[in-house]
């Protein structure tokens, strides 16, 4: 079973996504676990606003992530150091997430997931993380929906997530980052002049096969 544990300022955003779909079955599989982490949890005893971000020296535009809240947050989640844990911080400048990264981080016990906020993290937590990973080469305003789409990647590759055994096969980018899947088809046979290829409907599994991988190329 893998441990995901996310450490945000806004915890409630994961609630709906991860309660529908094959990442709510395989929570209640027990293939996996999803902890959320308050980072103002964290922030300095005595703090009435749990503040957790500051302006960055220097001056500038925005906010920036404290280190010190990150750094007592992960002291107390990361688990004992017999445990395959790691850190990953969530950030634009990080190297892009795919489906190789996803088959590799299935094989953690726990995966640690740090959403950025504001401007960004103070560059002293790159010092407390293992990598750091971007989902591609655009900017968004948190590190949220990369940690969920990285969870549910990383997820599908555990034994019994997806629900047939051959399901991870023939998948787009399963084969390497130059395979797509190819086209396939369900009923009705014939929509709106749309018709099923004919090879689909023969039965001979040889020729089905020889057109899915000349589709495959294709696309």
């Not at 953690?108 to 790159?126: K, P």
């Not at 980052?177 to 099923?196: A, I, M, N, S």
Request: net charge positive; aromatic share 8%; charged share 30%.
């Amino acid at each position: 079973m893998i441990t995901f544990d996310m450490l945000t300022i806004f915890p409630e955003i994961f609630t709906s996504y991860f309660q529908e779909s094959i990442i709510n079955r395989a929570q209640k599989k027990k293939l996996i676990k999803i902890n959320t982490h308050n980072l103002r949890d964290y922030a300095k005893p005595g703090n009435r606003h749990r503040q957790v971000d500051d302006r960055p020296y220097g001056g500038g535009p925005g906010m920036i992530l404290m280190v010190e809240p990150i750094a007592k947050a992960l002291q107390k989640i990361k688990k004992a150091k017999k445990q395959k844990s790691r850190i990953i911080m969530l950030t634009p400048a990080g190297k892009q997430f795919d489906q190789k990264m996803a088959e590799r981080l299935s094989s953690y016990d726990q995966i640690i997931l740090l959403c950025g906020r504001y401007e960004g993290f103070d560059a002293r937590v790159e010092k407390l993380v293992d990598e750091k990973i971007s989902i591609g080469p655009y900017v968004l305003s948190g590190g949220e929906l990369p940690a969920m789409i990285l969870t549910e990647a990383v997820a599908r590759h555990i034994p019994g997530v997806v629900g047939h055994p051959d399901a991870l096969v023939e998948e787009t980018f399963s084969k390497g980052r130059d395979y797509v899947e190819y086209p396939q088809y369900t009923r009705p046979e014939k929509f709106k002049g749309q018709k099923v290829p004919k090879v689909l409907l023969s039965g001979n599994h040889a020729e089905i096969g020889k057109w899915r991988q000349n589709k495959s190329k294709k696309r």
